[in-house]
């Protein structure tokens, strides 16, 4: 059992590794939040400030606004993208906790013969342990239909 102790061992320090990766992962989409905002007002600024002119009014600088126009659509699409990354990680984080539960409930299940001083059959230990690794596969297959599903939705492939 000193195996299958170690392996879930590593595995809680896995998912925590990811865990903290996924924190530092929203923590840059929080960012890239602040910074498109900011060029949003600058750029709303900036055509604002192109509109007043007169020579506007007669028709002129398209070209401008059409940059304009097409810096705020990438802005748009830009705060979009952030919007679904920040539900993927949020679901990365929530199948992340539902796995260390999983992993500490698999422990309990491994560790438990040798609290009651091994008096469970081994039958009984080896279905236990067995139920314990299929909820942990079904969790890790729900993660990946997430993962799966919010890449098409924010690429559309």
């Given at each position: 059992?000193?195996?299958?102790e170690?392996s879930?061992a590593?595995?809680i320090v896995e998912a925590?590794?990811?865990?903290?990766?996924?924190?530092q992962?929203?923590?840059?989409?929080?960012?890239l939040?602040?910074m498109?905002?900011?060029e949003?007002m600058h750029?709303?600024?900036?055509?604002?400030?192109i509109?007043?002119k007169?020579?506007?009014?007669?028709?002129?600088?398209?070209?401008?606004?059409r940059?304009?126009?097409?810096r705020?659509?990438?802005?748009?699409?830009?705060s979009?993208?952030?919007k679904?990354a920040r539900?993927?990680v949020m679901?990365?984080?929530?199948t992340?906790?539902?796995?260390?539960d999983?992993?500490?409930?698999?422990?309990?299940?491994?560790a438990?013969?040798?609290?009651?001083?091994?008096?469970?059959?081994?039958q009984?230990l080896?279905?236990?342990i067995?139920n314990?690794?299929?909820?942990?596969?079904?969790?890790?297959?729900?993660?990946?239909?997430?993962r799966?599903?919010?890449?098409?939705r924010?690429?559309?492939?």
């Amino acid at each position: 059992m000193d195996q299958h102790e170690q392996s879930i061992a590593r595995l809680i320090v896995e998912a925590e590794v990811s865990r903290q990766n996924l924190d530092q992962l929203e923590a840059d989409i929080a960012s890239l939040h602040d910074m498109i905002t900011h060029e949003k007002m600058h750029t709303n600024a900036e055509k604002g400030s192109i509109l007043d002119k007169p020579w506007t009014t007669l028709g002129g600088n398209k070209q401008k606004l059409r940059e304009f126009d097409n810096r705020l659509a990438l802005l748009n699409d830009l705060s979009v993208y952030r919007k679904q990354a920040r539900a993927h990680v949020m679901a990365a984080l929530h199948t992340l906790h539902a796995v260390r539960d999983d992993l500490e409930d698999l422990r309990e299940r491994v560790a438990a013969p040798g609290i009651i001083g091994g008096e469970v059959p081994i039958q009984v230990l080896i279905e236990s342990i067995k139920n314990g690794l299929e909820r942990l596969k079904e969790g890790r297959t729900r993660a990946r239909e997430i993962r799966n599903e919010t890449w098409k939705r924010a690429f559309g492939s």
